[in-house]
């Protein structure tokens, strides 16, 4: 993309996998609940990433809304001007690439389109909404790019303004994370209207009830990690900095950044005890406490307070790298050959390990659909994007198993869908995996299937043809032998007739597996607009292969 002065960065540039196409600088903006970020980088030779600048906005995004379920009308005008502002910033570097990522008060709000469609309109901004799943993931990536903790396993709190992402990871391996409903807007509009609509005085029975409604929430999520045995806690969001700035401040010392500062339980404890015994003038002047938080930092710090209780932490560590530098080194350092993991293809075979009794069959299934889409792209002229899709419903078609086989392909929809282990997937990613793999057999998609009609017209052309790839693929591999090693394919356009030949072992018997994937063929006929005949090996004219 080439930007103007004048004109919004755009995220156009980028393909349909999310990775760039060749600007030599690279934007993520994340859009939380409370506050907007922008990061604006470099990309280095190494795979890293030079800093340009960075921008921060308070948004309040999810204020107003009714316990997040909606996203006010004059939250969706700031929101989209701060986004306008953002992209103006990005784009006055020249051509760039730029991803934007939205958190707990778009994806929670059932009016989330009035905000996407805008940013899409208005400003030709594609906004990704995330799960809070891979939030605490992308999280995870921004801080062991801002902290030596690598070798250490770790527990990473991030309060957000709606939610609260807690994750333990060791190396850049993710072991468990869970987002929580808790966030410093949605627990004062619950607990401390008064301090917006007064003097900001803190009735002590509303903190109280604060501690007691978080303490019970946090019981189980704490119960869960703990097992883990965490050696470092790590702070990254703004409560969490500004608390140590404060604490910092508290002891009469300076800090030029807030990354790699500590604070203690023992500062916490009286920070807590300070902001809620002062009205919000005397709030104003503790030094450390950002005057645009002096509201929201109430029930922000009593959170923190009880995340240390429960997670018995002596002391937090801040990362000042957290969602914006995680997806900006995600989405762009990984093409450069610098990654530190493959989180996608690793969850989708953690997934199918724990719950397909033949998790060897769907990965040998994979491999075929691969194949076929390869051997076929010369019809359907679809990118690599849709062939991850492709593979990585392959992988998972058959979890729903786990639940019974009667409609397991509806199971696995189901598990697919709602699975807290896929990480790396956005939401539509993952709502594209679902659908391929739940028409993996049985009925072919149809309109009348709510799950299918929500879809774009495009994004269900797509499912069409890479769940009729994916059928034809199982019938290849009908006796979960893989007695099919590969594919080939003859595309003879003048006859729109496309031959597709399974190749195996010599003498191998494959009778069953041609039946199985002439039974199963229908849907990719009718999705590519062609007859399909399935053959043992012959002579091909080498010029009419599809390679």
């Known amino acids: 993309m080439t930007s103007t002065d004048n004109a919004p960065a755009q995220n156009a540039a980028s393909d349909s996998n999310g990775q760039p196409n060749g600007a030599a600088i690279k934007a993520a903006i994340d859009i939380g609940t409370n506050s907007m970020h922008l990061v604006v980088a470099r990309m280095t030779d190494d795979g890293g990433f030079d800093m340009l600048t960075s921008e921060k906005e308070m ?25 306008g502002r953002m992209a103006a910033v ?17 994806r929670e709000a059932t009016n989330k389109n009035d905000f ?28 062991l790019l801002a902290l030596p903790v690598f070798d250490k396993r770790l527990v990473l709190v991030d309060i957000g303004g709606g939610s609260t992402e807690f994750l333990v990871g060791q190396g850049d391996e993710a072991l468990e994370a869970r987002s929580m409903k808790l966030g410093a807007i949605r ?11 007064g003097d900001g005085a803190v009735d002590p029975e509303a903190v109280e009830e604060c ?22 806690a790590i702070g990254s969001s703004g409560t969490a900095s500004t608390i140590a700035a404060m604490a910092v401040a508290a002891r009469g010392e300076g800090a030029r950044q807030m990354n790699g500062v500590v604070f203690s339980a023992a500062e916490l404890a009286d920070i807590v005890e300070s902001v809620t015994t002062k009205n919000t003038a005397e709030r104003n002047q503790i030094s450390g406490l950002d005057t645009k938080r002096v509201d929201i930092i109430v029930a922000g710090s009593i959170l923190l307070d009880e995340v240390f209780r429960a997670f018995e932490i002596e002391q937090m560590t801040i990362s ?20 530190l993991d493959d989180p996608r293809r690793s969850s989708l075979l953690r997934l199918a390990r724990q719950l397909d009794p033949d998790p ?3 990965e040998h299934t994979a491999h075929l659909s691969a194949e076929i889409f390869d051997r076929t792209r010369r019809l359907h002229g679809l990118d690599d994007h849709a062939r991850e899709i492709l593979e990585a419903a392959a992988i998972v078609h058959n979890v729903g198993l786990f639940i019974s086989h009667s409609s397991h392909h509806k199971h696995s929809y189901y598990v697919i869908r709602n699975s807290e282990q896929l990480t790396g997937f956005s939401e539509q990613e993952i709502e594209l995996i679902a659908t391929v793999a739940r028409y993996h057999r049985k009925s072919h998609p149809s309109e009348k299937h709510a799950e299918f009609a929500a879809l774009s017209k495009d994004d269900r052309q797509l499912v069409r043809l890479l769940a009729g790839i994916l059928r034809l693929a199982i019938g290849l591999d009908r006796r979960h032998a893989a007695t099919v090693t590969s594919v080939r394919a003859l595309i003879d356009r003048e006859s729109k007739m496309l031959t597709i030949e399974p190749v195996g072992e010599e003498a191998a018997d494959l009778d069953l597996e041609l039946y ?27 010029e009419h292969f599809s390679s």
């Open 320 to 339: 000042e790298f957290a969602l914006r530098e995680g997806v900006l080194f995600d989405r762009f350092g990984r093409a450069t050959g610098r990654e």
């Open 211 to 232: 501690r007691n409604y978080v303490r019970a929430a946090l019981a189980p999520v704490s119960y869960e990690l703990m097992g883990h045995q965490p050696e470092i």
């Open 59 to 83: 948004v309040r995004l999810g204020q107003g809304g009714g316990e997040m379920k909606q996203l006010a009308p004059e939250a969706i005008e700031r929101g989209i001007s701060a986004l």
């Open 360 to 362: 060897a069959h769907a």
């Open 90 to 106: 990005a784009s006055s570097f020249g051509e760039v690439d730029l991803v934007a990522v939205a958190t707990s008060a778009v």
């Open 116 to 143: 996407l469609d805008r940013a899409r309109d208005e400003l030709d901004i594609e906004v990704e909404v995330i799960s809070g799943f891979e939030e605490a993931r992308l999280i995870h990536v921004g801080v």
């Open 187 to 197: 627990l004062t509009e619950r607990f401390f209207d008064g301090i917006v609509d």
């Open 516 to 542: 199985a994937a002439r039974e199963r063929s229908r849907l990719l006929a009718a999705a590519l607009d062609v007859s399909i005949q399935i053959t043992l090996p012959r002579q091909l004219e080498s």
